[in-house]
Structures are given as C-alpha cells and as structure tokens.
C-alpha cells in the first residue's frame, strides 16, 4: 500500500512492490510503461494528480471570474 502525497489516497500500484530496488526501475520492470514505473517511484496516484501536483490546470474547473477567453467583458 502506498499514499499519493497529493491527494492522501491510500492505494495499491499497479506494479506492486519493488522486489529488486538495488536493479534500475527499468531493468527490474522492463516490459511495464513509463507511467506504471513513475506510479511505483513517486507514489502520486494518478493523471489527475499528476497535473494538480505539477500546477496543469483544468479548464473544466476554471471559475466564472477568468472570463473565457475571445469573449468580451459583459460588466
């Protein structure tokens, strides 16, 4: 078990536990994706946390104050 150190989630990395730490991440798990080995290294849980930690915003939680860009002000 894990806890992302963003959102606090307690979970489990698709790639388990390291069983070899002394090897390189790659050459222990050569066949798994960058983003699994990342999970296993960093313990960040998800995409989603990925950018929240990282400061990527999401325009899907853009509040009414930014305005939409190319639009004019109404007030």
């Keep these: 078990m ?3 150190p963003n959102c606090g989630k307690v979970y ?3 790639l388990g536990s ?3 730490p ?4 790659q050459e222990e798990f050569p066949g798994a994706p960058p983003w699994q080995r ?3 290294q960093t313990g960040i ?3 989603a946390c990925w950018d929240e ?6 325009p899907r939680k853009r ?4 305005g939409i860009p190319g639009l004019p002000e109404l007030f």
């Design 53 to 58: 930690y990282l400061g990527v915003p999401n």
């Design 63 to 66: 509040k009414l104050e930014d």
């Design 22 to 25: 002394e090897l390189l991440i």
């Design 2 to 4: 894990t806890t992302c």
């Design 38 to 40: 990342e999970q296993l």
């Design 18 to 20: 390291r069983k070899h």
């Design 12 to 14: 489990t990395p698709v």
């Design 45 to 47: 849980c998800s995409d």
